[in-house]
């Protein structure tokens, strides 16, 4: 039966119909990451001139590991002469998804977003840093090549003002209290060194996991690296084992930099698969319509990464 439930810190109204994932067409067929998208790679060593000048460059014995430069086709203008809207090229390697890195190169990626996150957040015009990233063309991805989108706004987002209003109009901080509910057990696919990752009671899209911290942290600079770097692995390959392949965003929640409480606000990271299209009805309501229900999800998830070794 079709149920509703509400998105636990936007509020936004999720409808939950697993009866349409029966569907002819239910399933995007375009949710597979491409290999067809534009080639030559910009991104790729040796066609470094294709970018705009990097901003950084990671190097070991003489080959770059990692660059950042301006986006070529900015969402925003720069901001005091400084580029707002970054890509993180983590890898030289073209074909290395997510899923597929070690630890070491997780961990070294995770530092690299920090680092640009750091450097837009101590900015005085930004109140925002937005940091994702799209894997596969049905979740945007432009350019095959593995990399990262941030963006440094001069305002609060709507969707950060919507959770920091949600964590400051709580008695409590909803985030913490979830765990402490035994009855939202059945939503967590798995538990790694002070990270939980949990399907949201409210998910937008079939098999959202979000990889919380356990302890209240507003900031995400404060985190663990290794530790979110083992999350983001077991999550991308929870995912590829359930649905091989799949595109899914990846989206970065910590608090507007500027705002008052913003130590309410408890820093998270969202892992959307784009196994269906956002269609007409999203655009008519403003609400959510999804196949899958989150203890589906969560316990799909669950048997994906114990049904072989990581
Ligand atoms: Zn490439
Ligand atoms: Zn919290």
Request: charge should be negative.
């Given at each position: ?5 509400r998105?636990?810190l936007t509020?936004e109204?999720?409808?939950v119909s ?5 569907r ?32 950084i460059r ?5 080959a770059?590991?990692a ?9 925003t203008a ?8 970054e890509v993180l ?13 070690d630890l ?8 690299l977003?920090?680092?640009r996150?750091?450097?837009h957040a ?12 799209n894997?596969?063309r ?12 941030l963006?440094?706004?001069?305002f609060?987002?709507?969707r950060?003002?919507?959770e920091?209003?949600?964590?400051t109009?709580?008695p ?11 009855s939202t057990e059945?939503l967590?696919?798995?538990r ?11 998910p ?10 356990d302890?209240?942290?507003p ?13 983001l ?7 590829d ?7 899914f965003?990846?989206?970065?929640s ?6 008052p ?13 784009r ?12 609400s959510?319509l ?8 969560a316990s799909e998830l669950r048997?994906?990464l114990?049904?072989?070794s990581?």
């Amino acid at each position: 039966m079709p149920s509703v439930s509400r998105h636990p810190l936007t509020h936004e109204e999720v409808l939950v119909s697993p009866e349409r994932s029966e569907r002819p067409g239910a399933w995007s067929q375009d949710s597979a990451a491409g290999e067809s998208i534009a080639a030559p790679c910009p991104f790729c060593p040796g066609n470094e001139d294709q970018t705009p000048p990097e901003i950084i460059r990671r190097e070991v014995n003489g080959a770059w590991t990692a660059r950042v430069v301006p986006n070529l086709y900015p969402a925003t203008a720069p901001m005091n002469g400084v580029a707002s809207h970054e890509v993180l090229i983590d890898t030289a390697l073209h074909e290395a998804p997510l899923r597929d890195r070690d630890l070491r190169s997780l961990s070294s990626t995770i530092r690299l977003w920090k680092e640009r996150y750091a450097m837009h957040a101590s900015r005085e015009c930004v109140e925002s840093v937005i940091f994702f990233r799209n894997e596969g063309r049905a979740a945007g991805q432009s350019i095959a090549h593995p990399h990262g989108q941030l963006i440094a706004l001069p305002f609060v987002t709507p969707r950060l003002a919507a959770e920091l209003q949600s964590f400051t109009a709580a008695p409590e901080c909803p985030l913490c209290t979830t765990p402490r509910d035994p009855s939202t057990e059945r939503l967590v696919v798995e538990r790694c060194h002070g990270v939980t990752l949990r399907c949201p009671s409210a998910p937008r899209f079939p098999y959202e996991v979000w990889i919380i911290p356990d302890r209240h942290e507003p900031d995400w600079l404060a985190c663990d690296g290794e530790a979110l770097a083992e999350a983001l692995q077991v999550a991308t390959r929870a995912l590829d084992r359930r649905w091989p392949g799949a595109a899914f965003n990846v989206t970065l929640s910590s608090t507007p930099v500027h705002v008052p409480k913003r130590d309410r606000f408890h820093w998270h990271i969202e892992l959307l698969p784009r196994l269906t299209n956002i269609a007409g009805f999203e655009l008519a309501t403003g609400s959510w319509l999804n196949i899958v229900d989150a203890e589906r999800a969560a316990s799909e998830l669950r048997a994906a990464l114990t049904s072989s070794s990581r």
